[in-house]
């Protein structure tokens, strides 16, 4: 089986445009959207209607803290103000039908295959951030699953367990591939498409084959001055486009 592994969109749809276009022509049979499909960005219809209508195949997609927000289900008190901002601009312009689809969105962690998990930020706590080595052994030791797949930090990384303890990773560069040791544990992120965060502004993203048990991870440009023009042109705060050419 190939997966693609999508994550932390943020209504970035050049971002997202970017990357469906440079997978267009490969064979996925699972898609995996690890949440936050909206927020930030000033595309979240576009990004919505690709996620439920372009992707091939098996798809799974669950819900971030940002989706949650936007739908209304949290308030999102222990957001920054242009985050909150973002995220009422947000929930003012989604079509009906695609803020019901955010809305309806599962919680995390889910089962998507015998040895492989998704959640958005942590399978313990989908609102919780993974940096840490106390993070991923408190996961490691409370949560029995061979491979997981999650977001929210908007940084590619990787945590594996294996008998000498705890390795841990950030991925740098275009690319980056790992080979998977059924004896070891993993929790995998992709980075984020819509807002990298890892002072690199292309968009990242994920490819796992689960013949070979390869793990691929990959980093697109895309057009940063449009994303950057709609922020701005919307009303959004301007800090959102700030922040893009700059991967912070």
């Not at 942590?122 to 993070?135: N, R, T, W």
């Not at 491979?147 to 929210?152: I, N, P, T």
């Not at 740098?172 to 992709?190: A, C, H, I, T, V």
């Not at 980093?219 to 701005?232: G, L, S």
Request: glycine letters at 8%; one cysteine or more; proline letters at 5%.
């Amino acid at each position: 089986m190939r997966y693609l592994i999508l994550s932390d969109m943020h209504g970035n749809w050049e971002a997202l445009a970017a990357v469906l276009r440079h997978v267009q022509h490969e064979r996925f049979d699972v898609t995996l959207v690890l949440g936050d499909l909206v927020g930030y960005g000033a595309g979240p219809n576009q990004v919505v209607e690709a996620i439920k209508n372009d992707l091939h195949g098996e798809v799974h997609v669950i819900r971030g803290n940002h989706d949650k927000v936007v739908a209304e289900l949290e308030d999102g008190a222990n957001f920054n103000q242009p985050a909150l901002a973002a995220a009422r601009w947000t929930t003012a312009r989604l079509m009906p039908a695609n803020l019901r689809y955010v809305r309806e969105l599962p919680e995390g962690p889910q089962q998507v295959a015998d040895d492989v998990f998704i959640c958005h930020g942590s399978p313990l706590d989908e609102d919780a951030y993974v940096f840490s080595i106390y993070d991923a052994y408190e996961i490691f030791t409370q949560f029995d699953a061979p491979v997981v797949f999650f977001g929210h930090t908007h940084i590619p990384s990787l945590f594996v367990r294996h008998d000498e303890g705890i390795e841990v990773g950030v991925v740098q560069g275009e690319s980056f591939q790992l080979e998977l040791d059924p004896e070891r544990r993993y929790l995998l992120n992709p980075g984020s498409i819509g807002q990298p965060r890892d002072r690199d502004p292309r968009a990242a993203y994920l490819t796992f084959d689960s013949e070979t048990r390869v793990v691929s991870w990959h980093r697109i440009d895309y057009a940063i001055d449009k994303a950057q023009e709609r922020i701005v042109r919307s009303g959004l705060p301007k800090v959102l486009a700030d922040r893009l050419a700059l991967g912070v």
